[in-house]
């Protein structure tokens, strides 16, 4: 598809549902700030290779897109539907998929993601990280903190203070407002990002105890909408992507990235196991992107795992 701003206006059975200017203003009201500003929309139809034919979507005449940025309305998760995406629309690397809610929205290890309307879910899906003109080698492994880092920066432009929570997790104020989940599969890197922007899940509807609280951004006092993130998250995060790989080693880019780094020099709750948790001192990020942490006296890097402040090791 040519660069562009699109609602889906045709619905493919077990995949997602239609949308259009008016339904989707009026499933909250961050969506119709960004219908008003993103408007006039016009009805047209894109080729799909797809039992229904052609399908029906709606242009913003004013939003200015360097890739095809498609919206539906209901799906069950946009990162299983922007991979089947590609092949029904010939969509290519740095197109994404966004919803306006999320019936099996998922994090890492499969955890739930509650997806109420008004939040940013995105499904994104990019290039291989080493295709890049002047890649080294190791940027595949670093692809969900680079994610962090494009992110981070998004909403910095906004004015909340970010930091990042090894490996995947943005916090505000020391409460979680974005999760990131990166999959490859098939030769294709899909990067999902889900920002709570006008609601977070209390804590008793999460499904991980060891979890920090969650929050939105309009809790913090600020007022961002889906479209307004992303489109500035797709324009100028690309930009920064490129410039990182091109002119950085993996190593000098997570040296950059640890001033982002949440509780760096503190001591925190590791968690290793499904029950074991421990206390040790958050050290910083290794050349490979894994969390080094003093444990006993003993430098330790981690690949996988779950870390809090040490207050928590109670929980």
């Avoid at 229904?52 to 998760?77: K, N, Q, Y």
């Avoid at 994610?147 to 910095?156: C, I, K, R």
């Avoid at 968690?271 to 206390?279: D, I, Q």
């Avoid at 894994?290 to 040490?310: A, F, M």
Wanted: overall charge negative; hydrophobic content about 40%.
């Amino acid at each position: 598809m040519e660069p562009g701003l699109y609602l889906l206006g045709s619905g493919i059975n077990q995949l997602f549902d239609a949308t259009d200017p008016d339904s989707l203003a009026m499933c909250h009201p961050a969506w119709e700030k960004d219908i008003k500003s993103f408007s006039p929309w016009s009805l047209t139809e894109a080729d799909a290779n797809s039992n229904a034919g052609p399908l029906r979507i709606w242009c913003s005449g004013t939003a200015s897109a360097e890739s095809s940025i498609l919206v539906c309305g209901r799906c069950a998760s946009t990162m299983d539907c922007v991979r089947q995406l590609t092949d029904i629309c010939g969509l290519s690397p740095w197109d994404c998929l966004m919803a306006a809610e999320q019936q099996k929205g998922r994090g890492q290890m499969e955890r739930a993601w509650i997806s109420p309307p008004g939040n940013l879910y995105v499904s994104w899906y990019w290039p291989e990280l080493e295709s890049i003109a002047g890649a080294r080698p190791g940027w595949q492994a670093m692809a969900s903190l680079l994610a962090g880092d494009l992110v981070a920066s998004a909403l910095e432009s906004f004015g909340v203070d970010i930091r990042i929570k090894w490996p995947n997790d943005l916090l505000a104020d020391d409460h979680k407002v974005c999760g990131i989940l990166v999959e490859s599969r098939g030769g294709r890197l899909v990067v999902g990002i889900g920002v709570n922007l006008a609601s977070a899940p209390p804590r008793e509807r999460l499904t991980d105890q060891f979890a920090l609280p969650a929050a939105s951004l309009s809790d913090l006092g600020f007022d961002i909408t889906p479209l307004e993130l992303f489109l500035r998250l797709a324009q100028a995060g690309r930009k920064r992507l490129e410039h990182q790989i091109s002119t950085l080693a993996p190593e000098e880019f997570v040296m950059q990235l640890q001033k982002r780094l949440a509780w760096l020099g503190r001591q925190v709750t590791i968690r290793r196991g499904t029950k074991e948790a421990v206390l040790g001192q958050l050290r910083g990020i290794s050349a490979d992107g894994g969390l080094i942490v003093r444990i006993s006296g003993k430098t330790n890097v981690l690949y996988t795992g779950s870390i809090l402040p040490k207050e928590n090791i109670d929980t």
